[in-house]
Every structure is written in structure tokens, then in C-alpha cells.
């Protein structure tokens, strides 16, 4: 059976935050937060441009493995980032969730004016 978006990104999250706790020579996640949030934000920046060039090699190519191997590195990064900050992919889906109702072009009006 498969677990629901929600279910996997609730057990990454509790996952992150085990290994932040952890030794930063025997977890990966735990080196990021040891070595503060700079590091991590420059992993984002990373895996970002990797994404973004995996979706044009995908565009041209039709070969959607590295696009999804990438955008899974990212979301990672981006959830340690969010658990660094104290926050969860709860957070993120609240925010999305609250979007459904409104226009795209109306919420983006209403960020300009603030």
C-alpha cells in the first residue's frame, strides 16, 4: 500500500529532527545544522540550479528520472532548511491549503501591496 504525500513528508520531518540531535560525524542532516544555516541555504541554491537544469535536459530529452531525482534533493534540502528555522512541511502545506480558495493573481496582488 502506498503512503499518502502527507504521511512521507510527516516521516522525513520527524526523521530531520532525530538527526539533528545526532553526531555531526555520523549524520549528514546533523553536519548541515552544526554547520549553520548559510551552509544550508547554499545546498538549497544547489539543488535549486541542479533542478533547474535537470528540467531543461528533461524538456529536451524526455527523460524524467534526473528532474525527479533533483526535485527530491531539493524538497530535502529545503525541509532541513525549514527544520533549522523551527518549522515543518506542516507549515508549507497550511500555506498551500489556505491558496486553494484564492485567485493566483489576486494573492500575488495582495504580496505586492505589503
Known sequence: MRTSTTD???????????????????????????????????????????TLLAAKDCERSGDKSELI????????HSLVMLSHLGLGPDDVLNELERRFDLSGLAEKAARDTR
Request: glycine share 6%.
Open 8 to 50: 512521507t513528508l510527516q516521516r522525513l520531518a520527524e526523521v530531520l529532527e532525530q538527526r539533528k540531535q545526532a553526531g555531526a560525524d555520523t549524520s549528514y542532516v546533523a553536519s548541515l545544522h552544526a554547520k549553520g544555516l548559510n551552509k544550508i541555504l547554499e545546498k538549497v541554491g544547489e539543488e535549486c540550479t541542479e
Open 69 to 76: 531525482y533533483e526535485t527530491a534533493d531539493l524538497w530535502f
